[in-house]
T-cell receptor
Framework: AQKITQTQPGMFVQEKEAVTLDCTYDTSDPSYGLFWYKQPSSGEMIFLIYQGSYDQQNATEGRYSLNFQKARKSANLVISASQLGDSAMYFCAMRGVNTNAGKSTFGDGTTLTVKP | NAGVTQTPKFQVLKTGQSMTLQCAQDMNHNSMYWYRQDPGMGLRLIYYSASEGTTDKGEVPNGYNVSRLNKREFSLRLESAAPSQTSVYFC??????????????FGPGTRLTVL
């Protein structure tokens, strides 16, 4: 079985500062992918960043980076230089291979509010 | 390129009524998914289709059926709607196969209310 845990229901950050959103996971698959999505108040799901379990380097996409610590089973999202438009719900998700092939599991999300 | 489209955008049903949610993608993706999102919660997988002609249950399949009509289309049917099925339903697709890690592209969602 797969499980994603996001322990921060809500986070606040000052504009232009960096913020880390926590995500821990559990899976029986030896090979898996980890994803972060953003959901603004308008409701759409926007893909942000992906990390493969065998990737040697942490993923980065513009202002987003993924702090992947495999031994700790954590995949935290770091947003640098926060902007007002970053205010949204953020979801961590994973998808495995083998026993969980194709199945995606999402966490309950973290609501990020960026203060001006 | 429309991406992933869903119809309808909104729907109100009475308990016991049936309906089908339609989803189509124009990205030539192999895999398609149906999720539900309850207020304040994450997405839960209802069913998915790793490739044309195959479907598998996700985390919360009870009360739903699906059809992968062709590579483009994946429909979700509620045979006898219940108030517990009030939710926002998202369809998604991803390229490659179930063993690849391509990100999922989501439709705009269908807001369903069952009275």
């Amino acid at each position: 079985a797969q499980k994603i845990t996001q322990t921060q229901p809500g986070m606040f950050v000052q504009e232009k500062e960096a913020v880390t959103l926590d995500c821990t996971y559990d899976t029986s698959d030896p090979s898996y992918g980890l994803f972060w999505y953003k959901q603004p108040s308008s409701g759409e799901m926007i893909f942000l960043i992906y990390q493969g379990s065998y990737d040697q380097q942490n993923a980065t996409e513009g202002r987003y980076s993924l702090n992947f610590q495999k031994a700790r089973k954590s995949a935290n999202l770091v947003i640098s230089a926060s902007q007002l438009g970053d205010s949204a719900m953020y979801f961590c998700a994973m998808r495995g291979v083998n026993t969980n092939a194709g199945k995606s599991t999402f966490g309950d999300g973290t609501t990020l509010t960026v203060k001006p | 390129n429309a991406g992933v489209t869903q119809t309808p955008k909104f729907q109100v049903l009475k308990t016991g009524q049936s309906m089908t949610l339609q989803c189509a993608q124009d990205m030539n993706h192999n895999s398609m998914y149906w999720y539900r999102q309850d207020p304040g919660m994450g997405l839960r997988l209802i069913y998915y289709s790793a490739s044309e002609g195959t479907t598998d249950k996700g985390e919360v399949p009870n009360g739903y059926n699906v059809s992968r009509l062709n590579k483009r289309e994946f429909s979700l049917r509620l045979e006898s709607a219940a108030p517990s099925q009030t939710s926002v339903y998202f369809c998604a697709s991803s390229g490659g196969t179930s063993q690849s890690y391509n990100e999922q592209f989501f439709g705009p969602g269908t807001r369903l209310t069952v009275l």
